[in-house]
């Protein structure tokens, strides 16, 4: 009777366990596959964005200021 009882909380300690496992490796996986989505959507953004900055950049070289003009 003891050891029954003893055995089914083991089991229930063991399952618990492995499940919380499985559960943290697929919950890692998926946040990685979502950083990952995320990290390569962001470059192109900031790609476009950091060539608007230069283009403006350089537009305002290439108009003469109020001095030379």
């Known amino acids: 009777m003891?050891?029954?009882?003893?055995s089914a909380i083991i089991s229930a300690i063991i399952s618990a366990i492995i499940s919380t496992?499985?559960?943290?490796?697929i919950s890692a996986i998926i946040s990685a596959m979502i950083s990952?989505?995320?990290?390569?959507?962001?470059?192109?953004r900031c790609v476009a964005?950091?060539?608007r900055i230069l283009e403006r950049a350089?537009?305002?070289?290439?108009?003469?200021?109020?001095?030379?003009?």
């Not at 003891?2 to 003893?6: E, R, T, V």
């Not at 350089?58 to 003009?69: F, G, I, Q, T, V």
């Open 2 to 6: 003891i050891s029954a009882i003893i």
């Open 21 to 25: 496992i499985i559960s943290a490796i």
């Open 36 to 44: 990952a989505i995320i990290s390569a959507r962001r470059p192109r």
């Open 49 to 51: 964005m950091h060539a």
């Open 58 to 69: 350089l537009l305002r070289r290439r108009e003469p200021s109020k001095d030379e003009a």
